[in-house]
């Protein structure tokens, strides 16, 4: 970077670039320089997208949270349930075959890049469900079931 910042003061100096050129390049540099290191640092999560559980009854636990808590249900299908939380969040209730636990639990992550986030859990040996672009899982170091995509992500039923 320090030799691009230095051959376009040449190129002012030598008069191939006006001032306003200048300032236009530096500020591109500076851009460009603070995303890569914001990609360096990691991937900021900026909600709880949703937590999903599984349950031995879907009809029973889902008419207890849509009644209890008023959670409208958001979508459906014969084994899945989402029930809206909020403006942003969801409810997730799956059908299991045994007892009641919580399946997995969702980040939204800023400026969400699937592939990035991949290409980091590789360096880490952590290893991921599919090659969504849109929503992916993995089983953090300590094997809980973690689930990533952008904030407004709103679910799939199967």
Do not use: W
Request: proline share 3%; charged share 25%.
């Amino acid at each position: 970077m320090i030799q691009t910042i230095d051959a376009m003061l040449n190129k002012f100096e030598s008069g191939k670039m006006t001032r306003r050129q200048l300032v236009l390049s530096l500020a591109a540099v500076a851009t460009a320089a603070a995303q890569s290191a914001a990609k360096e640092e990691g991937f900021r999560a900026v909600s709880i997208n949703h937590i999903t559980v599984k349950v031995p009854d879907l009809h029973r636990t889902s008419s207890f949270y849509q009644q209890f808590f008023e959670m409208p249900l958001k979508q459906h299908s014969a084994k899945t349930h989402i029930l809206g939380v909020g403006d942003s969040c969801f409810f997730g209730i799956e059908q299991g075959d045994g007892q009641a636990r919580v399946d997995h639990f969702d980040f939204g992550v800023a400026a969400f890049d699937a592939d990035a986030i991949r290409a980091k859990l590789t360096k880490l040996d952590l290893k991921f469900d599919s090659n969504s672009k849109e929503s992916f899982k993995f089983h953090d170091p300590d094997g809980f079931l973690v689930q990533v995509n952008a904030p407004d992500y709103v679910g799939h039923v199967g």
